[in-house]
């Protein structure tokens, strides 16, 4: 069983930061993938960016040159840093945590992107 932890959420102007952690606790000696989820009001969750046990990232188009996937020398805190945020990146951010065959996911946590 991995537990995961979430926070960094908030309210933020167009063009502003934030900075999403997820840390996670249990069974993480068998972590293969970190990485982040949204889902909009109406929408399907998505994919935002992931890394591998290696350190391979990976980045929806959507996000790429404004986010960034990092993870403590542990690889046991995953970090989202996003900046020049957009109104149309309002969602909950999920962290997701695959080991083996099985999904983990955080409990979501609220980015708002409004002036």
């Known amino acids: 069983q991995v537990q995961l932890v979430e926070s960094g959420g908030g309210l933020v102007q167009p063009g502003g930061s934030l900075r999403l952690s997820c840390a996670a606790s249990g069974s993480i000696f068998s972590i293969s993938r970190m990485g982040w989820y949204r889902q909009a009001p109406g929408k399907e969750r998505e994919l935002v960016a992931f890394?591998?046990?290696?350190?391979?990232?990976w980045y929806t188009d959507s996000v790429k040159g404004r986010c960034t996937i990092s993870r403590d020398n542990a690889k046991t805190t995953v970090y989202l840093q996003m900046n020049s945020l957009k109104p149309e990146d309002t969602a909950v951010y999920y962290c997701?945590?695959?080991?083996?065959?099985?999904?983990?996911w955080g409990q979501g946590t609220q980015v708002t992107v409004s002036s």
């Open positions: 890394i591998l046990g290696g350190g391979y990232t």
């Open positions: 997701n945590v695959i080991t083996g065959a099985k999904n983990y």
